[in-house]
């Protein structure tokens, strides 16, 4: 399995991925609890990649609960170096409209410091630059298979994480405009500095499902799972075309964590260590 290399992570309304046969369900214990699900090994065009449900399979963890440490920890044990996160989100600029996909390269984080964000903590200190949380090469590949599998999509942007389950309030949406932000989700805060701090190549295709509430237009949450079915059937689409690429013509990782931890090694315990194992290798 170390040989699998690319991993896919579902938002909301990307719970399994039809057309694409799922191999093998992995049950992955962490060091940090369980993930959102068994990771499934999946194939497509006789390419192999992991597929794991964020909200779990059902969507039964809201954005807070979701356990972003265990996910990326057990797609990292089990050998993946590139994740491509499909998350669903609300616009706030214009031109991104519904069932548009972004391409985003910048994050936010105005969520409220419930979430578990590091694998260094507990008498481990270490510091990983978040200064590019995408991964530029992982990114334009996925804007170019967007693109081909006929779906209208941006390149860069920034998405700006609220904690939820909430939406925003008509203020918060134009506070959030007024940052220049891009669009607006509840899920890739901390999923993106993880993957970083575990050195994987991480990028977001962000599926637009409304325009959050800063337009004057109402949108019921009705509406938006309709848009949600449409932005479905183009993501298995993308999915067909992106994975075999990736799978055949890998991304090389750049990793930025090797030298992250600086407490003494001498003060390292077994539990450090072997996180540290997973982490960094």
Not at 4 to 28: C, E, N, P, R, W
Not at 243 to 267: F, H, M, W
Request: proline residues 4%; aromatic residues 10%.
């Amino acid at each position: 399995m170390s040989q699998i290399k690319v991993a896919v992570i579902g938002g909301s309304g990307i719970y399994k991925l039809d057309g694409i046969q799922v191999k093998d369900k992995i049950q992955v214990t962490t060091s940090f609890g369980a993930p959102s699900s068994e990771v499934m090994l999946c194939e497509v065009d006789n390419c192999q990649f992991y597929f794991l449900p964020r909200h779990g399979v059902g969507h039964f963890y809201t954005p807070s609960e979701v356990n972003y440490r265990a996910n990326i920890y057990a797609l990292k044990k089990l050998g993946a170096d590139t994740v491509v996160s499909i998350s669903a989100v609300g616009s706030l600029q214009e031109k991104y409209a519904p069932k548009h996909f972004v391409i985003v390269d910048q994050f936010i984080d105005w969520t409220k410091g419930k979430r578990e964000r590091t694998f260094f903590d507990k008498g481990m200190v270490g510091h990983v630059s978040a200064a590019n949380p995408i991964d530029a090469t992982l990114q334009k590949r996925l804007f170019d298979h967007s693109e081909k599998a006929g779906v209208v999509s941006h390149l860069g942007g920034t998405y700006l994480c609220i904690e939820g389950p909430q939406f925003s309030t008509k203020a918060e949406s134009q506070i959030y405009r007024s940052f220049g932000s891009s669009v607006i989700g509840m899920t890739n805060v901390p999923e993106a500095f993880l993957a970083k701090e575990a050195g994987m190549a991480y990028a977001t295709v962000a599926m637009v499902t409304d325009y959050d509430c800063w337009k004057e237009e109402h949108c019921t949450v009705q509406e938006i799972m309709e848009v949600m079915k449409s932005n479905y059937i183009s993501a298995q689409k993308f999915i067909s075309r992106a994975i075999p690429d990736l799978v055949k013509n890998p991304i090389q990782v750049q990793r930025e964590n090797q030298y992250a931890v600086i407490t003494d090694p001498g003060l390292l315990t077994t539990s450090h260590k072997e996180i540290l194992e997973v982490v960094l290798k």
